[in-house]
Each structure stands twice: as C-alpha cells, then as structure tokens.
C-alpha cells in the first residue's frame, strides 16, 4: 500500500494556491488583457471616448497591459451592463461604459436590467455631460421661463432619450409648454440645423460647453432659458437652474435623480467581486492617466469639454443618496425616462 505523506500534500497545496494568492497586480496584468466593453456600437462618442482611454491607459497600470475595446450594443447599454455583472470574469480584466443614466436604471424600472449599480466596483468618471441647457431661437415666443410658461414652442428631439425626457420634466414640473417633435435620428447635429432652418424653436438638452463655441450661436442666434444641472455654470450666472425653480422638495429629488447622472459622463466600472488590490490598481492608474497630456489632447477631440475627472466616490456617494429617495419620488421620476 502507497502511504501519503501529509506534510508533502500540504506543501504542494501551499505552493500551487499560496503563489496564486501572492499574485501581484503588475504580475496580472503583465499577463492578461484588459478589455473595455462599450455599451453602444462603434463611432460615437462612448466609443471614441474608450478608445482614447485604451491609447493610454496601459501606461499607467502596473505590468503595461494591452487594452482593446469590445462594442455590446443594445437596450441603452443595458445588454453591456448584465454580460459585464453575470458573465464576464471578475479578476479585474474587464471594465466598461455605459450610458451616463445607467447608474439610475434599476432604480427607476428600466426594463431588463439584472444588476444593481451600487455593487459595480467603480473607477471614475473622465468627464462630466457638461451642463444641460434649454435654448430657443431669438425669435422665439419664448425668451425667459416666465415666457416659456405662457406660450408654446416646438423643441427637437431623436426619440424617447433625453432629447424628450427632459422636455416632459419640466412640462410636468415648472409648468412649460414644450411640444416635442421626435424624428430627428442625426441626434445632436440634425436637431440644431432643424433649429436653425426654424423647424423647431429649440431644444429642451443642449450642452453649453459645446454649443457656446458653435457658429450659428456665436451670432446671438439664441437665448439660453434654463440650465438643467445641480449648480451654475460660470458662464451663464443670470441664467437660472431647474432646481432653483422647483416648488417641493420632491420635485427636486426628481430633478437631482435625473439631472445629476450627467456629473459622472464616461463612468467606467468594473464587475462587483473584483479584488480589492486589483479595484484599487484600476482606479488609482485611472486617475493619473486623467492628467496625462496626451490623453487630454487626444480627448479634447471627441469631447468639447475635455477631461473632467470625478472620483469613484463621488459615483457611489451619489448613487448611495439617490437610492434613499422615497418610492413616490422613484415613481414620479421613473415617468421622464423612456418616453
């Protein structure tokens, strides 16, 4: 009979598991590629923004991993967000961006969603959506919110995003008169030139840092009603917030919940379990490619704005208030998305 040493059986235990455990993470990702998933398909400004951060953030993790993107489009990144929570490996290989309002989805009942945000080991966010504004042509019938209250205007929109969700908001909550005319799938560039041929009067989610460089606005082509944001922009002191305007404190919980997801504009995560010393690898190689110059340059292309970098704990700091929200005001939020 075969007899087993014991000791000789631990040591090898100790050997093949203990050297898995000592991993370092520069010995990780010296030998693993770090994968980004986009939740939208390739070419536009999620995909572009990754793809910058796949350039560079290599540099900066221990080991210099290969970083390529993979594009998961559908149901509003909702498909990236359950493969990346239920299917993707959690060792610290893969993280992902999602749509800025995918941190509030379960929350407010997006369908199909099988995850819970809270949980995402978040890394940070490389811009904020800048400030959301309402604007009108000059000739509008409505040049302040008092106007906008009392007469109607046409204001473009893509579809059931927040080109309309914003629109219906305020409608509901400050009392304007906002006909939303959808059909405008160009997104962005074919609402303005419907404002500027005078199809429509405006629109209820333009973004200041972007539009207040544009030609067609450089010629006092419009007036800016509201900003849809938690503070003022320095550029825009007289013009009121949507927060400022509301009545109840309820009706700012609404607004915060659905403005305040655009502080965190390509937020990237990882899944929940990643290990803690590779979370905190990710996070703090995310925050010094942040200052890189080359990046900033490379990102200044893809968006107006530039880098804007929020910390993690800004995300789960927000997230964890927001969840607190009473029911009520989950339900009456839940009414401006998707529509």
């Given at each position: 009979m075969r007899t087993i040493r014991i000791p000789s059986v631990i040591a090898l235990w100790l050997l093949f598991f203990g050297s898995a455990f000592a991993e370092t993470a520069a010995d990780f990702y010296r030998s693993n590629t770090l994968s980004i998933v986009v939740g939208y398909a390739p070419g536009g400004g999620y995909d572009q923004s990754a793809r910058v951060l796949a350039k560079h953030y290599g540099k900066y993790l221990p080991g210099a991993p290969r970083v390529i993107v993979r594009n998961m489009p559908g149901a509003g990144t909702v498909v990236a967000a359950n493969y990346v929570v239920n299917t993707a490996p959690r060792d610290g290989s893969v993280i992902a961006i999602y749509a800025d309002i995918l941190p509030v989805?379960?929350?407010?009942?997006?369908?199909?969603?099988?995850?819970?945000?809270?949980?995402?080991?978040?890394?940070?966010?490389?811009?904020?959506?800048?400030?959301?504004?309402?604007?009108?042509?000059a000739d509008a019938p409505a040049k302040?919110?008092?106007?906008?209250?009392?007469?109607?205007?046409?204001?473009?929109a893509s579809g059931p995003d927040a080109t309309s969700s914003y629109a219906l908001l305020l409608n509901d909550l400050l009392?304007?008169?906002?006909?939303?005319?959808?059909?405008?799938?160009?997104?962005?560039?074919?609402?303005?030139?419907?404002?500027?041929r005078g199809e429509v009067h405006g629109r209820a989610s333009a973004e200041w840092e972007r539009i207040k460089t544009a030609d067609w606005v450089r010629k006092d082509a419009i007036n800016v009603i509201l900003q849809l944001s938690l503070t003022r922009h320095p550029d825009l002191?007289?013009?009121?917030?949507?927060?400022?305007?509301?009545?109840?404190?309820?009706?700012?919980?609404?607004?915060?919940?659905?403005?305040?997801?655009?502080?965190?504009?390509?937020?990237?995560?990882?899944?929940?379990?990643?290990?803690?010393?590779?979370?905190?690898?990710?996070?703090?190689s995310f925050a010094t490619a942040m200052?890189?110059?080359?990046?900033?340059?490379?990102?200044l292309l893809v968006q107006p704005g530039g880098v804007d970098f929020s910390p993690p704990e800004e995300i789960d700091h927000f997230l964890a208030r927001v969840y607190k929200f009473q029911p009520e005001v989950i339900r009456r939020a839940s009414k401006f998305i998707g529509q």
């Open positions: 989805a379960p929350l407010l009942g997006v369908s199909g969603t099988q995850f819970d945000p809270r949980e995402f080991g978040w890394i940070g966010s490389m811009a904020s959506r800048g400030t959301p504004v309402v604007i009108m042509r302040n919110l008092d106007e906008l209250r009392k007469h109607e205007v046409l204001v473009g009392g304007t008169r906002m006909k939303i005319i959808q059909g405008y799938r160009g997104g962005t560039a074919e609402i303005e030139l419907a404002i500027q002191k007289n013009v009121p917030t949507a927060l400022e305007e509301a009545q109840t404190e309820d009706d700012r919980q609404i607004m915060e919940l659905i403005f305040g997801t655009s502080q965190f504009f390509r937020a990237y995560s990882t899944p929940p379990g990643v290990p803690a010393e590779r979370l905190t690898t990710l996070r703090h200052k890189d110059p080359e990046l900033v340059k490379d990102y």
